[in-house]
């Protein structure tokens, strides 16, 4: 991979310095924390999807030895506040037990603490719940219609959230456009399902009056969101940011679980813990991912161009709020995709259901809309009978045009579309490919190319909450990194944030040590608690290379800046006659008046009366970066700067399928990515590897399926299907490095590349391989039993089995 | 009950109840974290200890049942403080992990392969981790790393320092 300028550790094949500890089984993750006299958590769940509370009897589960205390749902509620949704919907309260009502087979009912988690587990079946059982509402749509089941009451409709924007002339485009297309989209339930489940530590301090908490936790304002739920300064909540976090991808944000043992440590005194096994993790975990429901319509001319489009997106969120609604919100900033559509409606509409609450996905709602758009721009091809990434190209903002303002008042950064595409087709001959489809056609399977061009807007701002919610103004989302050079002249950044396997460490190094010109091995990086620690959001949104990059090559700069300015004090010469290398300053006239970094550092630690004046001694810096392009709230016909850097991603794939058993077999995968100037390679191709695999899942084998009397089918890894390494096909990633204007060296966000358009390929690869058959699939996953099923349905009426 | 298990060489006394998996006797009474709970329903296997020599589901059994076994874990591959296994050395090389959480159990599957069959072709290291599910890597630099580690292990011909 090569990148612009002359780094000499950034985009660089090193090593990852996390990997160390995690290849010897020491890393450590929240399971791993001992802290002296820890009792544990076991749930006492509902078992119905919706039912009244009407007692629950304890009295059994702590006549056992070892139980020590049963909570529920009245006594929290009492005694913390609900939890925080960003949203203006103050009759749904989501609190960490139900109270009076639960909303969802698997809700949480009461916690039981005892001596060790099989206790609990055992006196947990003790607990005697009477419960009478209530009307349920399951499906997105049912929930929309007036006149149905209320999921909670005292909110008057099952809508959450219901906008329709109206960005340019869409009427008009739609009135004059010669060819118009409808397509319905389905993106099942599915989430991120990390291995490790989602585990909170807390221990409450009466005589400091500080809250530990250590969470395997991937959240912005975790900590501040703790204490207004325990109804505490944010100053008592001490997060512990060095607990390594196993995988999330945006899930692992169990606020209510952390409410939830936070309270119980203060109520008994002795630290508390609650690890989710995978059946709680998998249901009341609150942490389903998007059930979304798409109807696109396109107006298009006979070129296939595409004008004009309108998406209305009923998101499915469960029984609370969550993040869910939100993930409405960021595919506004990508609304249109690579693509120059002038005009676009989008109403986007969250309901509540009596499933199981959602929280943040991967790219936070930006896959299952590139499904949607992805599906449209090959169904416009095959109406036209035109090649579908020749439409592609014809629709794709030019090089030349950017930055480029999409009619939702984003400006994507920078781009060269083509030229990926080109890179792709170089590297792999369409023809050849088309031809192999052939050839696996004529030895009696269906194939099909899969053709996906997407955007993965990174920077993670959070525009959307204004643009959802005016209540809540939200225009900053920064995130800081502090340097400091000790006495010995060791380096020693700290960041503000836990990490679930982005190498964050080895970015901080790797940026450190581009700026400062020092060996990145020798920079420590470590890992400040809450209390102790700079404002930082979190890796949400494909944010970190952008924001804490951008952080740490800030802070780095002043901290060379500052070493700088002393060196040239104390040569005698003006501060534009020296020059910084290599952590040394020599005047630029007498190269060899210099001084060394064990100088500088000496004269900043012990010689302040060799300083210069108004400087401070020592030497540490700190750098809190705003997002670039952020800080606008949204005008008021709803247009906004979400993101402030947009990577490039165009998947082209072959998918065999057996006819007689309907399982797709990727026989090949070819992705070309644009994420600007990579970090550090070894990650960005671990990401984009991880996303494609994540993809496969979305598309072909992950759901979490209810049954018509709302249990959860999907309660097991034997149910909920993650793919293996027999799923996964070898993948050719071409690079390409368009730097982004917006950043401080030129990098854009990877964390979810690959599966923001793995999905879309594979439905249209899918989808390609059926058309002969006359039928169409559009709802995620496609599962081998319904393609089966479709298939011998399309021969039968063919006549052709 | 009191057992007596070998773990990584040693003997090892524990006190445990009979339902105790191997498990949560390795992480709660031997202190040995490495060995990790993902599903707890043999799936994921991200709890894989090598048990005679072969990869097993260490939530899979009780603690009581390895008595008379030889275990090993992650602790028992690593070769000492600050050194790392050719294995362990090769998923460093190729960024083989992400999170971490599975990379003990994939680095112990990769050690029973590589015990049986130095010279895997990726067919065979595809189906070797086909029981250990890893949800970052999309196991693309997990499979190139055993790769290279059987390359290392064959070019010193020491596979006994696996």
New interface residues.
Partial sequence: MSAPGNHRFVSTDR??R??????????R?V??IGLPNTKHVALVTCPYPAARIVSIDTSAALAMPGVLYVLDGEELAGATLPLMTGLDTPNVPRRPLAFEVARYAGEWVAAVVADTR?LAEDAAEKVKVQYQKLAFVLDAEQALAPGGVLVHEAHGSNVLLDKTFTWGEVDKDFAASPRKLKLRVKWGRSS??????FGVVASWDPWRDILDVYASIQMPKYPEQIAMGLKLPASSVRVHYDV??????GVKRGIKHSVLVGYLTRRLGFPVRL?E??LENMRGGDAHGPERLFDVEVAYDDQGIVKSMKMRALENVGAYAGRSPFQLGKPIGAIVGPYKIESVQYRAIAVVTNKTTQDAVRGFGQAPTNVAIERMMDEVANALGLDPIEVRRRNMIRHEEFPYLIPSGTTYDSGDYHAVIDKVLAHTSYEELKAERDRLQAEGKLAGIGIAACLEPSGGNASFEPLLNPKNPTTTWMDSCRISVDLSGAITATMHTTS????HETLLATVIAEVLERDPDGIRVVRADSLNSLPSNSPVGSRMAIMLGGAAFHAANKLKDKLTTIAAHDLGIPLERATYRDGDVFDNDTPERRRSWADLVAIAHRNFHRMPPGLEPGLAVSHVYQVPTGGKLPTADGRVQMYPCFSFEFHMILVAIDPALGRPEIVKYRIGHDCGVVINP??V???T??????GIGAALLEEFAYDGEGQLMAQ???DYL?????E?P??EIIHHCTPSPNTVLGQKGSGES?YLGAPAAIANAINDAIRPLGVSVNTLPIRISALGDMIAAAQDSKGQR | MRIELDINGAKREVEV?P??TLLDCL?DNLA??????????G??G?CTVLFDGVAVRSCLMFAVQAQGSKIV???GV?PGPGE?SPV??A?????G????????AM?LTAHALLADNPDPTREEI??A???????????????EAIALAAERLRGTNRPSEL
């Fill in positions: 090593r990852v996390e990997d160390r500890r995690f290849v010897v089984g020491k890393g993750f399971a791993d099989a991120t399902v990390p291995i490790e489940t390594d976090v196993g995988g999330s991808y690890i096994d995978r679930a396997g982005q190498g070894k990650i191709r671990g990401m590897m991880g996303g494609i695999a994540h097991s890894f034997m993650l793919p293996s390494s027999h996964v070898a993948v690959g | 109840e339902r105790t992480r040995l974290t490495g060995a990790h709970a993902g599903c707890e329903h799936v994921c991200a874990t992650i602790e690593t790392l362990q050395d998923f460093c090389e190729t960024h992990m992400q999170c971490g959480y599975c990379t003990p680095i595809v189906e981790i086909s029981g250990n599910i890893c949800r970052c890597t999309g196991y693309a630099q997990i499979v």
